[in-house]
């Protein structure tokens, strides 16, 4: 009886603790994995040769990678009842798999197939894994979600270099033998995570019905992310377009802009989660939206080195955020974490859709630069918002 009451309290005292090692081969997990998440796009200007396709055709691939995302609150609603953390430890492997495989299809139609199943691969990973993170990261939610982040952030850009590699040295077709990185990281993490768990911890007195608990968390934080990530979408999808066609720029250098862009969002997510388990989620997201949305308007009038700095800046704060949000979500319902984080992640999808079909719309009509400050003026208009989602996190009673 003795023994049994002292393994229970070692137990409670792990759930506790922020776990390194087990945060970080997960976190290392996302890396390898989100690197072939990574591969399709570098790929499209090959594949449009070897495949014949027009830029709408090419330009529709990603699509249906992405698409899959539709299906984030259903992988995540069964992690949350049958441990899906076999999802987590072979998807780097499957997504590999089939990522690699991509220069052997004949067609638009296999190829399109082909990156359907490599996105439902990518979320049967990162709707459970973040559940797992947050099982495992004690009081320190933020933190864990921040290491997360950042290693897909890392990922993003570690993925274009190594699949040039790959086709400088084999060609297109040759890429499959890249594929082993992503089995040796599932090998890994089946020997050190089988014991892991990725569904919902069982929990007393939870009296608002399900769907009240998430309209509360998820009704705020569709006015928040519709408005703030306007200035993020805007950014990552068409400043290099408006760095050539309206600032004069070589795309070698607007690329350039970008990558150091995306790789300060490495600083950023790794930054703002973990601040936000000390100065507060609410705080840390209008002090990132207010922060991104100023150094948007600088950017737009800045030239030479100063980009340096500003592109800095817009990467530790626009990208800083994610992380924040994704803890409040963990926060909020800790019983259906990942059924949560799969919701987080169709918004996430959804939003980002509609918000560069507006910014789009908008340079079409307006300009590029016009269309960047609109969106940076947009983005400060979630401020009022953020102070409606909300503040404390859910105390769970565990049953026994």
């Not at 990725?198 to 408005?227: D, I, N």
């Not at 704060?317 to 984080?341: E, G, K, Y």
């Not at 307006?366 to 503040?391: D, K, R």
Request: with cysteine; aromatic share 10%.
């Amino acid at each position: 009886m003795t023994s049994s009451a002292g393994s229970l309290h070692s137990d409670r005292k792990a759930g506790e603790r922020f776990q390194y090692p087990r945060i970080l081969l997960i976190c290392s997990g996302h890396f390898v994995h989100d690197v072939y998440s990574a591969f399709i796009p570098p790929l499209l200007p090959l594949l449009i040769e070897k495949l014949g396709l027009t830029l709408f055709l090419a330009g529709s691939l990603p699509v249906f990678m992405q698409s899959p995302s539709l299906l984030g609150p259903v992988i995540g609603f069964l992690a949350d009842r049958i441990s899906l953390r076999y999802l987590v430890i072979f998807a780097p492997a499957v997504t590999a798999t089939l990522a690699t495989l991509i220069g052997f299809m004949p067609s638009y139609a296999a190829a399109a197939l082909l990156l359907f199943c490599v996105g439902i691969s990518i979320m049967a990973f990162h709707a459970p894994a973040p559940a797992m993170i947050a099982h495992i990261s004690g009081d320190k939610v933020g933190r864990g979600m921040s290491f997360f982040m950042a290693a897909g952030e890392l990922a993003r850009s570690v993925g274009p270099l190594l699949v040039a590699f790959g086709v400088v040295n084999w060609g297109i077709e040759g890429l499959w033998r890249l594929m082993f990185f992503g089995w040796l990281a599932s090998a890994i993490l089946y020997w050190r995570l089988r014991d892991v768990p990725a569904k919902r911890t069982r929990v007393k007195g939870q009296g608002k019905p399900m769907w009240r608990r998430f309209a509360r968390v998820f009704g705020p934080l569709l006015g928040v992310m519709l408005l703030r990530n306007m200035a993020v979408s805007s950014l990552g999808i068409f400043m290099v377009v408006y760095l050539v066609d309206v600032r004069g720029y070589e795309l070698a250098l607007a690329t350039s802009a970008l990558a150091l862009y995306e790789f300060s969002g490495v600083g950023g997510a790794l930054a703002g989660g973990t601040l936000s388990d000390r100065f507060g989620r609410r705080r840390m997201v209008a002090a990132a939206a207010a922060a991104s949305a100023l150094l948007m308007l600088i950017f737009v009038h800045v030239e030479g080195l100063l980009l340096i700095p500003v592109l800095i800046g817009l990467g530790l704060t626009a990208l800083a955020v994610s992380p924040v949000l994704q803890a409040m979500v963990q926060d909020q319902l800790p019983d259906n974490r990942a059924t949560a984080n799969g919701m987080f992640m169709l918004y996430a999808f959804g939003i980002r859709a509609l918000n560069v079909m507006v910014a789009g719309a908008l340079g079409d009509a307006i300009g590029l630069q016009n269309a960047f400050i609109v969106a940076a003026l947009i983005s400060l208009l979630s401020l009022p918002l953020i102070l409606t989602l909300p503040a404390k996190p859910v105390v769970l009673h565990e049953d026994l």
